[in-house]
């Protein structure tokens, strides 16, 4: 029992994790209909600027990680900018392919100044710390990115439900000509949820150097597994999200600790499978 309830611990801190990088995707896709090719390539981003201020400055990444967050915030708003507006009203392929495109771009930028070499910060503040909790082994850098992830969701739920700029940005979504003509600058709403969308990744990227090795493929797997968790939960649903996020998290452990560790990538696109047969629309979809 103890060491299904280690699993299930282990599983919860990822899911977290997957959760706050699939709430970025989730904003984005629900309010204005556009996959977000390079949504994992934003979290590898996130990463190289938190490995980067540590290493060349000593920044730990509990501190960097609000360097991270804002530096892909940037990068979220210029790419509406630089890309994204001119896809607006047109197929929804064309916005695949450009931010595919993207995808493309940065890492193999990031493959040609960094190398695709593993890259690990060492003496971080976390670093290999655990908690003890009975016989349960709480490892502290994975707690500190579930902590980090849970507030940060819960203060983009609070964003987007509880204040005027969340009510304008569910009615740029609901309708964008009838939110234009009741004075709501849409264009606006636009770059800055797109930038809240890579801020979100870029917290979850900017934590995760104090236990996870940085290299230009990092991203790949986890923008996958956040388009699952956004089907899973429903399109434009922050709670669908998170708690998709935390099914993945607890089915990838279950497989990889007791059938394989190369089993749980199954098992997490089996359940991705099975919640779409059962509900199209996600688990909160509507």
Known sequence: METLIQVLIDGLLSGMVYALVAAGLCIIWGVMDVINFAHGEYLMVGMYVSYW????AHVDPLVSVLASGAFVFLLGALTYKLI??????RPGLVALLATFGLAMFLKNLCMNRFSPNFRILSDTWLGGKTFLVGSLILPVPQLAAGILSL????????????TRFGWAVQATAMDREAAELMGINTERIYVLIFGIGGACVGFAGGIMPSYLA??????SMFGLIAFVCVAMGG????????????LVGIVEALAGFYIAPVFKYIAVFGLYLAV???RPKGIFGW
């Open 151 to 162: 507030v940060t969701i819960g203060l983009l739920y609070a964003l987007i439900n509880g």
């Open 84 to 89: 994204i507006r001119y896809t607006i009203r």
């Open 214 to 219: 940085v290299h230009p493929e990092v991203g």
């Open 276 to 278: 779409v047969f059962l």
């Open 53 to 56: 201020l540590g290493f060349l």
């Open 235 to 246: 399109f434009g649903s922050i709670p669908g999200a998170f708690l998709a996020g935390l």
